[in-house]
């Protein structure tokens, strides 16, 4: 009879031996903003690398599309870092307003991965990481290689190997965040293709769409790996109302124009941005005391752009027009930072939307009417009159709020301006404080100009008879 008990022991002590299984592990740090430093130093996720089986993959987009105030898809794998916490040029992230996108990476051939690192850097939220990551090594008859989004990606020949989501529970989203993806047993399979789902961190604005600085892709043979490294920056700070203001000139990318900015330009900063404050204030609002002035060498036909507290400069539009307008388009991206409409969309659950011809009309305003009215380059021109509508945006919205201003209300841009940064803009604004709809001011506007230039059909037909002389 014992023989038996034995056997029953002995099978209950199979039953209850645990039974060591590979498990997959996320690793998340973060370094909040004023603790964070241009290295992505951690205690328990690596530190990005300066060469891994990510350097010499492909990157492509799959759905979404780059935001271009952004680097290329190849600042996610050249082994180079931001060296500051609002770098559009050292990150990859996707436009602005929309809900992320799907990359591909493809390692070339099938390996076996030991980890997988994701870097992420900025002041707000912006920062932190949300994203699924997939894995496949192409061999599934299933396999698809460019799964666009809605594909059931595990229908599709794909692994789900972790979902990543580094948003703090409460309190500042900014600063600097590592994800690291490994597995308990050493290898987290071998894979060829890799896939990152990614989607913004809020939507309360149109900005909250992640700034990567770096993947990496550690192979399990690989040696050790040299850490990435940051730029050498050429820069130089100035400080404005005793050290109140702080302005951080960057020309890395343009040694050519550092005199310029610094003996040129950075006297005009100085000056007007404590002046824009003051032109555009509103109760219990403070705006942005660091800025960074940003010379870059991706911005297209983009002459400058403005985001939270940096400024950009298209360094080919800037070397074409230091004599001319390069000076007054960095008020108006100056405007820009003291705006913060972006606030009050954050704030205000139930915001509206400041239209965009008034966003952009507001710092053309300033800046031709105010800056540099010597210049009258917001005066409407015989050609330019059949066009003029009071909400084309830019120069020609700036001379009609300059129109408002001198014949209704001298204070009706402080007056939008507050609203907007409230998210509490509506067109009723005009009426109590003019007596007049927005439409009706801009009649008004248009036969003024009229009166001043002659009629816009007369401007019309004159060219129309002069084809007809020849």
Request: one cysteine or more.
């Amino acid at each position: 009879m014992k023989r038996p008990l034995l056997l029953i022991a002995g099978l209950l002590l199979l039953v209850i031996v645990p039974v060591t299984r590979a498990e997959i592990k996320v690793t998340t740090e973060r370094n909040a903003s004023e603790r964070a430093s241009a290295r992505f130093k951690f205690n328990n996720v690596p530190s990005p690398a300066k060469s891994d089986a990510a350097t010499a993959a492909k990157f492509a987009i799959l759905d979404g599309e780059r935001d271009p105030n952004g680097g290329d898809i190849t600042a996610l794998h050249d082994g180079k870092l931001p060296n500051e916490d609002d770098q559009p040029s050292a990150n990859f992230f996707f436009r602005a307003g929309t809900d992320g996108g799907r990359l591909l990476l493809d390692l070339g051939k099938a390996i076996d991965i030991r980890q997988i690192n994701i870097y992420s850097w900025h002041a707000g939220s912006r920062g932190p990481q949300v994203c699924q990551l997939y894995a496949s090594d192409g061999q599934s008859d299933a396999f698809n290689a460019e799964p666009k989004m809605g594909t059931d990606l595990e229908k599709a020949g794909w692994k789900s190997i972790a979902k990543i989501d580094t948003r703090p529970r409460e309190g500042d989203a900014g600063g600097q965040y590592g994800a690291s993806v490994s597995d308990s047993s050493g290898v987290l399979g071998k894979y060829r293709y890799l896939i990152f789902d990614i989607r913004r961190t809020e939507d309360a604005d149109g900005f909250g769409n992640t700034f990567y600085s770096e993947i990496d892709v550690l192979d399990r043979d690989a040696p050790k790996i040299a850490e990435a490294v940051t730029i050498q920056r050429v820069e130089k700070m100035f400080e404005a109302e005793g050290g109140k203001y702080r302005f951080t000139f960057d020309t890395t990318v343009a040694p050519d124009l550092t005199e310029w900015a610094y003996k040129e330009l950075s006297p005009v900063v100085l000056e007007w941005y404590p002046k824009l404050i003051a032109m555009l204030p509103s109760e219990g609002f403070a705006a942005p005391t660091n800025v960074t002035i940003l010379f870059r060498d991706n911005m297209g036909g983009t002459p400058a752009s403005a985001s939270g507290s940096r400024i950009n400069c298209n360094v080919d539009w800037f070397r074409k027009n230091l004599k001319g307008e390069a000076r007054g388009s960095v008020v108006h991206e100056m405007a820009h930072v003291v705006q913060q409409y972006g606030r009050g969309r954050r704030n205000n659950p139930t915001a509206t939307r400041t239209p965009g011809w008034l966003t952009e009309g507001i710092p053309d305003y300033l800046r031709w009417f105010k800056f540099e009215p010597e210049t009258r380059g917001a005066e409407i021109s015989r050609r330019g009159l059949a066009r003029a509508k009071y909400d084309a945006s830019y120069r020609v919205t700036g001379n009609f709020l300059n129109w408002v201003t001198e014949n209704y209300d001298t204070s009706i841009v402080v007056k939008l301006n507050a609203a907007a940064r409230q998210g509490k803009y509506t067109e009723e604004i005009w009426k109590t404080a003019t007596g007049k709809t927005v439409q009706e001011l801009g009649e008004e506007w248009k036969k003024a100009l009229e009166e001043k230039i002659g009629p816009a059909a007369e401007i019309e037909a004159k060219p129309a008879a002069d084809e007809l002389k020849k």
